[in-house]
Nanobody, 129 residues
Framework: QVQLVESGGGLVKAGDSLILSCRVSGRTLTTPVLGWFRKSPGKEAPGKDV?????????????HLADSVKGRFTISRDNDKNMVYLQMDSLKPEDTATYYC?????????????????WGQGTQVTVSS
């Protein structure tokens, strides 16, 4: 089993920065890929799924970001501390969402939600205009 706990969410203004942290514990070596997803307000209905934001490989550190956040968000990890981070700059109101940290047992980065078997509880990010 793998456990993930997010922190760092909050209320900020458009243009501000925020960093989210995720602590990974348990059988961490079984999850080579870590990712961030988000669920925006109004997407709670069935079929309205979470949106891929970013992912990183533990070994090597290669990353992939969604087009909507490229140039503004950065994902990084600290393997010694079993932490993964999401640095969010130039935040926009449309970035308002609950952000989830997730872990995948696949060896390659994937943007597909169902390929991530472990999820945190989420942390709320609200960006005011």
């Amino acid at each position: 089993q793998v456990q993930l706990v997010e922190s760092g969410g909050g209320l900020v203004k458009a243009g501000d920065s925020l960093i989210l942290s995720c602590r990974v514990s348990g059988r961490t070596l079984t999850t080579p890929v870590l990712g961030w997803f988000r669920k925006s307000p109004g997407k709670e209905a069935p079929g309205k799924d979470v949106e891929f934001v970013a992912a990183i490989k533990r070994q090597g550190g290669s990353t992939h970001l969604a087009d909507s956040v490229k140039g503004r968000f950065t994902i990084s990890r600290d393997n010694d501390k079993n932490m993964v981070y999401l640095q969010m700059d130039s935040l926009k109101p449309e970035d308002t969402a609950t952000y989830y940290c997730a872990a995948s047992s696949l060896s390659m980065i994937t943007t597909i939600r169902s390929r991530y078997g472990y999820w945190g509880q989420g942390t709320q990010v609200t960006v005011s205009s």
